[in-house]
């Protein structure tokens, strides 16, 4: 009878591993997750330049502000990083949209993402 008294103070003394060892392995876990939200917030943000930048050179085409048209076609968080200066050619305008990366990381700068779009000049 001794040696089960023995395995049942040995239960006792292991109940708060397993919430030791879930400690530990919190902050892994939320970094992580942080990335995930990192690499989604970048792969968001080259969706919206696109964007900008074919209402940019549409409105551009149009006779129009591509500024103007670059900033409203983005959402309304993303819109004060984003530049959107048009080029023109003989027949065509091209405008580059530039919008800041945001970082859920105080501190650390991703960037900007950057795209072109071309577009004739509408006579």
């Given at each position: 009878?001794?040696?089960?008294?023995?395995?049942?103070?040995?239960?006792?003394?292991?109940?708060?591993q397993v919430a030791i060892e879930y400690l530990?392995?919190?902050?892994?876990?939320?970094?992580?997750?942080?990335?995930?939200?990192?690499?989604?917030?970048?792969?968001?943000?080259?969706?919206?330049?696109?964007?900008?930048?074919?209402?940019?050179?549409?409105?551009?085409?149009?006779?129009?502000?591509?500024?103007?048209?670059?900033?409203?076609?983005?959402?309304?968080?993303?819109?004060?990083?984003?530049?959107?200066?048009?080029?023109?050619?003989?027949?065509?305008?091209?405008?580059?949209?530039?919008?800041?990366?945001?970082?859920?990381?105080?501190?650390?700068?991703?960037?900007?993402?950057?795209?072109?779009?071309?577009?004739?000049?509408?006579?």
């Amino acid at each position: 009878m001794p040696y089960l008294a023995g395995r049942q103070r040995g239960r006792h003394r292991d109940r708060g591993q397993v919430a030791i060892e879930y400690l530990g392995f919190l902050p892994v876990l939320i970094i992580v997750a942080m990335a995930a939200v990192q690499l989604g917030l970048i792969a968001y943000t080259a969706q919206q330049a696109g964007t900008a930048a074919r209402a940019g050179a549409r409105g551009a085409s149009l006779d129009r502000s591509a500024q103007e048209a670059c900033t409203a076609a983005v959402s309304g968080w993303l819109a004060d990083g984003t530049d959107c200066p048009p080029s023109y050619a003989a027949d065509e305008v091209t405008v580059t949209a530039t919008v800041d990366i945001p970082s859920i990381v105080p501190g650390w700068d991703f960037g900007d993402a950057t795209r072109t779009a071309t577009m004739p000049l509408d006579h």
